[in-house]
């Protein structure tokens, strides 16, 4: 599969942008999909994940009650709703999708076999 990451680009403090990934290729649907992150001078961490279902997700503490991870297996497309954006959320942000990467296994980010480009974010203060 291949995957595409778009919809980043400067937005001020407290503001909002929705990242969209999109699938081309085998079956998407069976996918769990995550999002990383990349700051400058940083590691790559993990900031969110959703099962293949939608059943499940997880987040990384500090996008928690800001950012939500949802899917579209029609549209073969998963998104990332950022709100209340920060400086500290300035980043280069990858989608990942591996279908045999369980539910417990989210954050492992050495366990994706698919990467998007990445796409980056700049919080202005």
């Known amino acids: 599969v291949q995957l595409q990451a778009s919809g980043g680009g400067l937005v001020q403090v407290g503001g909002s942008l929705r990242l969209p990934c999109a699938a081309y290729g085998r079956t998407f649907s069976r996918y769990l999909m995550s999002w990383f992150r990349q700051a400058p001078g940083k590691q790559r961490e993990f900031v969110a994940g959703i099962s293949w279902n939608g059943d499940s997700t997880d987040y990384a503490d500090s996008v928690k009650g800001r950012f939500t991870i949802s899917r579209d297996n029609a549209k073969n497309t998963v998104y990332l709703q950022m709100n209340s954006l920060r400086p500290d959320d300035t980043a280069v942000y990858y989608c990942?999708?591996?279908?045999?990467?369980?539910?417990?296994?989210?954050?492992?980010?050495?366990?994706?076999?698919?990467w998007g480009q990445g796409t980056l974010v700049t919080v202005s203060s």
């Open positions: 990942a999708g591996d279908p045999n990467v369980t539910v417990g296994d989210f954050e492992e980010m050495n366990e994706y076999e698919y």
